[in-house]
């Protein structure tokens, strides 16, 4: 299936919302003008995933399901990762699986396995240093098709704020369904590392 509207863009800069206490996930999305064209809502959690966000460092166990949605508040993807895993499954609006992101357990700089529906491995993400900051999205031929960068924001919001601003760049050409894993790259690296700037004893968790 062709992308379409979020999804066939070539760059998106995600942004999560800033909050002194994190405890639902939630972006917007801009295109290179700078204009919204689309937002990333958390699915209702459990009470016990709420408390444990608030009082606990539990992120990286708890599950999470991020809705993307239009500018005008259409459906576009459903990602989920589920209890203790590692993995972000990708599902059309209509329940069809896109494939799933998933990171390696090793040690050295981050690197996250593409799959797609079938589970057949289609590609991968890899940081480009071990702060993962830069990651490059690449197909079996190792070629890149994708980029995804964690931007800086200022001293004030990496000290106070656990929010983070990814830009995804996706080369024109790329196919279906390492374009829209590409786009899904940034919210797995998101909820699967829980990006910060001074760490987090996963982080050296990768490949």
Request: hydrophobic letters at 40%.
């Amino acid at each position: 299936m062709r992308a379409n509207g979020v999804l066939a863009r070539q760059t998106l800069v995600v942004e999560q919302k800033t909050k002194v206490f994190e405890l639902r996930n939630q972006y917007r999305i801009f295109d290179e003008s700078g204009a919204q064209i689309g937002t990333v809502e958390q699915q209702k959690q459990s009470a016990f995933a709420f408390i444990a966000r608030l009082g606990t460092d539990w992120d990286l166990a708890l599950p999470v399901t991020l809705n993307v949605l239009e500018a005008d508040g259409r459906p576009a993807l459903v990602a989920h990762k589920p209890w203790f895993r590692m993995t972000v499954d990708l599902a059309r609006p209509d329940g069809s699986r896109v494939g799933s992101i998933q990171k390696r357990i090793r040690m050295g700089k981050a690197r996250f396995t593409l799959a797609d529906m079938t589970g057949q491995t289609v590609g991968e993400v890899r940081a480009q240093n071990w702060r993962a900051k830069d990651f490059d999205v690449r197909d079996l031929n190792g070629q890149r098709v994708a980029n995804v960068t964690k931007k800086w924001r200022g001293l004030a919001r990496e000290a106070f704020t656990d929010a983070d601003t990814y830009v995804v760049n996706v080369q024109e050409q790329t196919p279906e369904p390492l374009r829209t894993l590409a786009v899904g790259a940034c919210l797995a690296i998101d909820i699967v590392m829980k990006q910060k700037d001074y760490g987090s004893p996963m982080d050296l968790l990768g490949s």
